[in-house]
């Protein structure tokens, strides 16, 4: 049986100014800060029904319904928030932020150092996982949340509901790890490291300070955005989308042919710059490098999720090779040696990583499954 | 809920607060009842996604695996009891998984349908055709019970394995321990159930 699905809606930002310094883990120390954020469906009156949706790479706080009413395009995790979807809106109370250091209006490379009166640029701090949600536990702080029912994010989003898990045991009930990796394997990072060679070894990067000078590096940033995206498909997915179509031109004046993939990646990557920076792209591969909660314990992965109470779903996706199904079953393997509620799933899919936002119907089901099962089960009315 | 015949041998076997896993768990409901009856920390593999979904539907700790990759990823004496019932004629390789069963596992529980059933040797003795059952519903051409055996091979095995039988239930297609049954296991009994553990 299935509620009718729909969307949120028309939704506005909010902003949290936060006035408490935030002690970040290399010990810089942000006086002030402003998290932008959205919220979708109600908060119940015991507050129990909130759910943290942490983004990942490029991602931001606009994560369901549209602005305005000729929005083109609504939220970026559209397709699994809203009444009747996975994340369903009539049951949960969703919060959506963008992250420190982002680039969507909450505080990060392009706001300005009050110490100086100047955009930070290159000088923001660097953040890591564990920074980031201690800033998210400071908006749950605002806005009267004890705990949240649960944490859920895909990718780098995944490594924070992780992090939450570990960090602040007692107030998450269910953390959804999707399309996700206690930390990322050498060939992960290594494509981070050409993303961030790409956009340093452009000249307008102007060692980070392209806002001071009027430029911007976009052909650095538009090609570290296109290595990316053929890191989040998978070749058969492409061969289906793109195949070897032509654009424009043709093969016997051979000199003038695009490929359709070719036109996709170089819109993409153009389009980016438009509404991402390059600091923060910068600061967002260096947090998915460094992500290790093992690193503490040891390297024992076991060990480092040994205090963590809450349930937990782990998801990944068959044709995922940045993200692949061996990197979630180390989490699961980690689990279940700790003695934790998990539950996992390897959704069959053709999209690569890119199919955590997408509507694949086993990936929502077993998604909305779980999450209302584990509310159900908090509020007493166990099946 | 009511466990079916088999689930319910296993479940009276099963301590409180056990660490249990289910090989091929399928709807969850073995897992589900010691959830809620015995507050078990069990996990359940299984490889089709309509019976993860249907046990996440049901609160059950479900993991996506394929017996026959292994079960390797789990480490030493982690759980009290590993169970897997009605699998061990669908899997690639039922002896090694057996050995890793008793690996990870202090106890296994084991079922299958005997082969060695008078109906079985009916069929292909004096029809000449391939047993199809209640407990072996399948043609030949579609079954996924590709080792099946007898009450006395599987015993067999136990020996050269070095395997203990700690316990042996044989019962009938309707899952009851009749007394002609035991007068004769392998030709009476459709379907077997073993206790095992490691050598003493």
């Known amino acids: 049986m299935r509620s009718e699905v729909s969307s949120v809606g028309k939704v506005s930002p909010q902003h949290f100014r936060c006035q408490e310094p935030l002690t970040l883990q290399n010990g810089a120390v942000l006086p002030k800060y402003e998290l932008v954020y959205e919220t979708y469906g109600t908060l119940n009156d015991d507050k129990s029904n909130a759910l943290l949706i942490c983004h990942a790479l490029s991602g931001h706080h606009h994560a369901a319904g549209v602005h305005a009413d000729e929005d083109p395009k609504p939220g970026w995790w559209d397709a699994c928030i809203g009444p009747g979807k996975a994340m369903d809106t009539n049951h949960f109370f969703i919060i959506s932020l963008n992250n420190l250091g982002g680039c969507h209006g909450s505080t990060g490379p392009r706001s300005i150092n009050p110490d100086t009166g100047k955009i930070y640029g290159p000088d923001f701090p660097n953040i890591v996982v564990r920074d980031w949600v201690r800033s998210q536990a400071a908006l749950a702080d605002h806005l009267d949340i004890k705990s949240f029912a649960a944490v859920v994010g895909g990718s780098l989003g995944g490594m924070q509901a992780l992090q939450w898990a570990i960090d602040y045991p007692e107030r998450v009930r269910a953390c959804v790890a999707i399309a996700s990796a206690a930390k990322l394997s050498a060939q992960n990072i290594a494509f981070n490291e050409i993303a961030r060679q790409a956009i340093s070894s452009d000249h307008d990067f102007a060692n980070g300070r392209y806002a001071d000078e009027g430029v911007n590096p976009d052909r650095g940033l538009g090609l570290a955005r296109m290595i990316g995206h053929v890191t989040y498909l998978s070749d058969h997915g492409m061969g289906t989308k793109f195949g070897r179509e032509i654009k424009s031109g043709d093969f016997d004046e051979a000199d003038n042919v695009e490929f359709q993939v070719e036109s996709y990646l170089n819109y993409q990557g153009q389009a980016f710059t438009r509404y991402f920076d390059a600091n923060t792209y910068l600061l967002m591969t260096k947090a998915l490098d460094h992500f290790d909660p093992a690193r503490e314990t040891g390297g024992d992965l076991v060990e480092a999720l040994r205090g963590t109470t809450c349930k937990f779903l782990i998801l990944s996706f068959s044709s995922d090779w940045r993200f692949s199904s061996q990197r979630s079953q180390e989490i699961v393997d980690a689990l279940v040696k700790a003695k934790k509620n998990v539950a996992s799933a390897v959704i069959e899919s053709e999209h690569g990583h890119d199919s955590f936002l997408l509507p694949i119907e086993r990936y929502t089901d077993a998604l909305g499954t779980f999450l209302n099962r584990c509310l159900a089960e908090h509020s007493g009315a166990d099946s | ?200």
């Open chain 2, 1 to 200: 809920m009511t466990l079916r015949g088999d689930l319910a041998l296993i479940s009276k076997l099963i301590n409180p607060n056990a660490r249990v896993l289910d090989l091929g768990c399928g709807s969850g409901d073995l897992l589900a009842a010691l959830q809620a009856e015995k507050a078990v920390n069990g996990y359940g593999l299984d490889r089709d996604p309509a019976n993860i979904q249907l046990c996440l539907s049901k609160g059950v700790n479900v993991i996506e695996q394929d017996l026959d990759a292994g079960i390797g990823n789990f480490a030493d004496d982690n759980f009290e009891m590993v169970i897997m019932t009605d699998a061990l004629q669908a899997v690639r390789d039922p002896r090694e998984l057996l050995r890793q069963m008793l690996r990870i596992g202090e106890e296994s529980v084991v079922t299958f349908p005997n082969f060695g059933h008078w109906r079985c040797r009916l069929q292909l003795g004096l029809k000449g055709q391939m047993p199809v059952s209640k407990h072996l519903p399948h043609d030949w051409y579609s079954t996924p019970n590709i080792h099946l055996c007898t009450t006395l091979d599987f015993e067999k095995m136990c020996e050269e394995e070095n395997i203990r039988i700690i316990q042996r239930r044989v019962v009938n297609t309707r899952y009851q321990e009749h007394w002609t049954i035991q007068l004769a296991p392998n030709l009476m009994a459709s379907h077997a159930f073993y206790r095992l553990g490691r050598p003493l």
